[in-house]
């Protein structure tokens, strides 16, 4: 079936630096992308969206890029702080087909900021 | 505002035995999720209630049922619990399908 897929698996920097997550997905029928950190021992918690209609969306340090052309989207993490240290997944609802409506997440990239 | 509930958090069972993990939500929600998360794989979509009295499959729904008792409440039910099934499961809801989800802590469960 069609998923989400991470180019990196774990992602080390320092602290103040920015950090850049990437994701690709396959299912062309996704028209709503959403971005979740996961710290340990707890659920994913939601930071920033984007919808097919839009290339590029701003929150506060965050910033995700989506480049339909070729399937990727982006999380940019201004300013990194050791806080910002988790599992950050990737996560796709399809307007159509059997995925519809659903969340359908990727395998999730590991970021630690090193003091 | 509690949002998501789930209990228990942590569960051992044996090979065999049956369990059922609750979930509760206080935001009015109407679409409710169940998610496994195994290592290496992220979260895999086990049931979904997209609103009161309605379920549906997901991609993992083998030895798992659900009840949506009401629109607060979401159970996931596993009959005969196997090894397979040791995983970090994961309630979720959101207002309607198609919208973001909001999840709860998390149970641990390990099947020996």
């Known amino acids: 079936g069609e998923s989400v897929g991470l180019h990196l698996p774990t992602l080390s920097v320092q602290e103040g630096d920015n950090s850049i997550i990437n994701c690709a997905y396959s299912?062309?029928?996704?028209?709503?992308f959403i971005w979740y950190k996961q710290e340990s021992g707890k659920g994913p918690q939601f930071i920033i969206d984007?919808?097919?209609?839009?290339d590029k969306r701003q929150g506060q340090r965050v910033t995700v890029l989506l480049n339909k052309t070729v399937k990727h989207l982006s999380l940019q993490i201004a300013a990194t702080q050791p806080g910002d240290s988790a599992v950050y997944f990737c996560?796709?609802?399809?307007?159509?087909?059997?995925?519809?409506?659903?969340?359908?997440f990727g395998q999730g990239t590991i970021l630690t900021v090193h003091p | 505002n509690a949002g998501v509930t789930q209990t228990p958090k942590f569960q051992v069972l044996k090979t065999g035995q049956s369990m059922t993990l609750q979930c509760a939500q206080d935001?009015?929600?109407?679409?409710m999720y169940w998610y496994r998360q195994d290592p290496g794989m992220g979260l895999r979509l086990i049931y979904y209630?997209?609103?009161?009295?309605?379920?549906d499959k997901g991609e993992v729904p083998n030895g798992y049922n659900v009840s949506r008792l009401n629109k607060r409440e979401f159970s996931l039910r596993l009959e005969s619990a196997a090894p397979s099934q040791t995983s970090v499961y994961f309630c979720?809801?959101?207002?309607?399908?198609?919208?973001?989800?909001?999840f709860g802590q998390g149970t641990r469960l390990t099947v020996v």
């Open positions: 979720a809801s959101s207002p309607k399908e198609g919208t973001e989800a909001f």
């Open positions: 299912n062309s029928a996704s028209d709503y």
């Open positions: 984007i919808r097919s209609n839009m």
């Open positions: 996560a796709e609802i399809a307007s159509g087909g059997t995925s519809y409506g659903k969340l359908t």
């Open positions: 935001m009015n929600h109407n679409s």
């Open positions: 209630s997209a609103s009161e009295g309605t379920t």
